[in-house]
């Protein structure tokens, strides 16, 4: 079967780090790309940036860029979602998600994990 | 990166029909394929519609999309009550600042 499987859900103070995790499984990892997506409390989906596990390119939203970093295992087959200085506007749901082949849709997701951020 | 604009809710009866738009623009929707997601509560999204009018496997025929220049539409018809969810469309934004964008999502309430 073709799945992300996520790490669970966090809760941190504001000013901690935190990396989470999104593995994949049932497929060539590296055969696609593995994007990062936001939900805060009640509102709607968020596209973070992406990675493509090949070489470990990355490439942000402007609206993220500087505040969270995507990377790899040396495997390949796990991607992190991560940040240095967690703020309590943070708290949200994280999923990640495997880009199609086109580039424009998500095909398979993970799991999703809530991030808390509260002091 | 634009937003895609979408219609805060839409409802109807079992078996009826609802249809959801999707607005973006020349860089978004415009240039690039429409992909449909459907978002339970407390459950990942799912993808439906991918290359603007193709369905994955499973996904039931009942779901349907389309383009037209900017735009873009999802049709459900035979609404049941498990289809009672937050859907998105989504797609790449070729703009100055390139991306993949999501709308603003629409609730579907069934009666």
């Known amino acids: 079967e073709v799945q992300l499987v996520q790490s669970g859900a966090e809760l941190k103070k504001p000013g901690e780090s935190l990396k989470i995790s999104c593995q994949g499984s049932?497929?060539?990892?590296?055969?696609?790309?593995i994007s990062w997506v936001r939900q805060m409390p009640g509102k709607g989906l968020e596209w973070m940036g992406k990675i493509d596990p090949t070489d470990s390119y990355t490439y942000y939203s402007p609206s993220f860029r500087g505040r969270v970093s995507i990377s790899l295992d040396e495997a390949r087959t796990t991607a992190y979602l991560q940040w240095n200085n967690l703020e309590a506007s943070d708290t949200a749901i994280f999923y990640c998600?495997?880009?199609?082949?086109?580039?424009?849709?998500?095909?398979?997701w993970g799991q999703g994990t809530l991030v808390t951020v509260s002091s | 990166q634009s937003v895609l604009t979408q219609p805060p809710s839409v409802s109807a009866a079992p078996g009826q029909k609802v249809t959801i738009s999707c607005s973006g623009s020349?860089?978004?929707?415009?240039?690039?394929?429409v992909a449909w997601y459907q978002h339970l509560p407390g459950a990942a999204p799912k993808l439906l519609i991918y290359?603007?009018?193709k369905r994955p496997s499973g996904i039931p025929d009942r779901f349907s999309g389309s383009k037209s220049g900017t735009s873009a539409t999802l049709d459900i018809t035979g609404l049941q009550t498990g289809d009672e969810a937050d859907y998105y469309c989504g797609t790449w934004d070729s703009s100055v600042t390139p991306g993949n964008v999501f709308g603003t999502g629409t609730k579907v309430t069934v009666l």
């Open positions: 998600a495997r880009l199609t082949e086109g580039g424009e849709g998500f095909d398979i």
């Open positions: 049932g497929y060539t990892f590296p055969n696609y790309w």
């Open positions: 290359e603007n009018d």
């Open positions: 020349s860089t978004s929707i415009g240039s690039n394929y």
